[in-house]
C-alpha cells in the first residue's frame, strides 16, 4: 500500500520520496489504517517505494488492489486535502457496508467517491450507490482513464458498462475520468448518442492543481443539437442506403413488425430517426420507439385531432434523473410543425406524415427535416 498511519494517526504516503529521503521514514513506525498493525517500508530498484504487511499477517483489506487504483485515490485524496476539505480515506461509514475510497464532507453535504478501474457487476453498482444514497451520502464514481475509448474527434464510445455512471447537471450528461499515473480529470460532458457506437462529447481535461471540487459539477453547455447535425445526416444516409444484418434481437424483431405493416424499414419517414439527447442512458435506440409511436398514435390520425404521447421509460442516472423521452420528442415535432399545444385538447396534429414508396422521397425528408432543424435559433433539448 502506499500509504499508512504515523504515531500520531495522520496518514503519510512514499509516492514522491527519492531513495535519500525514504531514509528517514525508515526510522519511524506506521500503522495499516485498517488492522492497525506495524507495517514495514519495501523500495527498490524496479520497486516503488510501499508500505507492507510482515509476511504472517491476517489482514485482507487491500488485497488484490492495482497500483493505478490505489495511486489514484491517494492523489484525490490529496487533491481534496489541498483544498482544505474535510476528507478521510477508505472511512468506514455507519450504515453503508463498503469504504468509499475517499469521503468528503463540504458544509452539510457529505460525498463518497469511488475511483473505479475495473468493469463491476451492475448489481454491484447499483447496491453501493443505492446504499450511500439511502443514508444521505451523494455518490460520485470517477472511472479510470483507461476505460475511455475514443472513436474520432469530438466522439466517444459508451459501453454498456459506462452507462451505469452517467450522470446529469443543468440538462446534460457526463463522466468523469482520471489519470493515477499523469494526475490529470478528464469530463466527457454535453453527451449526445449518434449511434449505439459513437457518442458527441465535450472532453474537457484538467491537471488536478489546475481545479477545484465544485468545479466537476459546473457543466459548460457547450453541445447543443446543431453540432448534432451534421453526424446525424451522414447516419439518416447510411442506415437507409446500407443495410445491417448483425443487430440484437429487440432490433429484428421490430424490423420484422414494421415489415408485417408493409412497410420497408429504409422508407420509414424522417419522423422516425430524430435524435435524442436521452438514448445516451442506454434507451432503446430512439427509431425503434419513434417509429412504434408514429405507426401507433400519429399516422392514421386525421389533422386536428387529439394526439396521445405514450409513456417512453429510460434508465436513471447515478444523481436520479430519468430522461422524459416523449417530451423530448413532443418539443421536436412542434418546432418541424407537426403538432401544436391547444388550450382544451392538450397536443393536436397539425400536419400529416408521409410514407415514403420510394427512397428519393424518403432522402428528399431527410434533407428537408434537416435543413428545418439548422434554422431553428437553438433546440435546448
Known sequence: MFYAEDSSGKLQSLLHLTPQELQAPRTCTYYCPHCKEVLLIRSG??????????????????????????????????????????????????????????????GSKRIAIEYQCTKIPKEEIKRRTSQYKEHGIFPLWILGSHLLKRTSPGTIHISEFLRNFLYSFHNHYSLYFFNSKTHRLTIASNLRSISQRKTLADLRTYSLSSIQFPQLFQIPASSSLHDLLPMWEKLLYKQRTVYNPHVSKEVQAFRDDVYRRGIHVSLLPTLAFLPSKGEVSGAEPSYVWQTKFLLDHFVDLAVGAPVFFPEQTAPSTINGYQPDLMKEYSYLLESLGYINKSANKGWVKKKQVIIHQHMRNALEDDRKTVAALKKLERINI
Do not use: M
Open 45 to 106: 530498484p524496479k520497486v516503488k517505494p510501499h508500505f507492507a504487511h510482515f509476511p504472517k499477517s491476517e489482514c485482507v483489506a487491500n488485497r488484490g488492489e492495482s497500483e493505478a487504483h490505489e495511486q489514484g485515490k491517494w492523489a484525490l485524496y490529496e487533491w481534496l486535502v489541498h483544498h482544505n476539505y474535510e476528507t478521510k480515506l477508505e472511512y468506514p461509514l455507519r450504515g453503508p457496508t463498503q469504504r468509499p475510497d475517499v469521503f468528503v464532507t463540504i
